[in-house]
């Protein structure tokens, strides 16, 4: 709701709706992001790490979500 607010992270388009769903998946990811981080990550100690592959899929995902904030707060 907070993003609703800030003019610039308004989305005003024909698939304003669409884009608003794949904001809200993007929430969901990084819920999971935060998990792994903490759980399965050298952020914290842990016994197991993900693995190469996992890993590339956090940092891309994570890189994606703030490369759309950095554009759109341009």
């Known amino acids: 709701k907070h993003a609703e607010k800030h003019p ?4 005003s388009t024909a698939h304003s709706d669409k884009i608003v769903k794949i904001l809200r998946a993007f929430g969901s990811a990084l819920d999971a992001i935060n998990q792994l981080r903490n759980r399965r990550s ?6 197991q ?3 190469e592959a996992d890993a590339m899929l956090v940092v891309n995902a994570a ?3 703030l490369r759309y904030f950095a554009d759109r707060l341009k």
Not at 8 to 11: E, K, P, S, Y
Not at 42 to 47: I, R, S, T
């Open 63 to 65: 890189r994606t979500i």
């Open 8 to 11: 610039r992270l308004a989305v």
């Open 42 to 47: 050298m952020a914290h100690a842990n016994d």
């Open 49 to 51: 790490l993900v693995d």
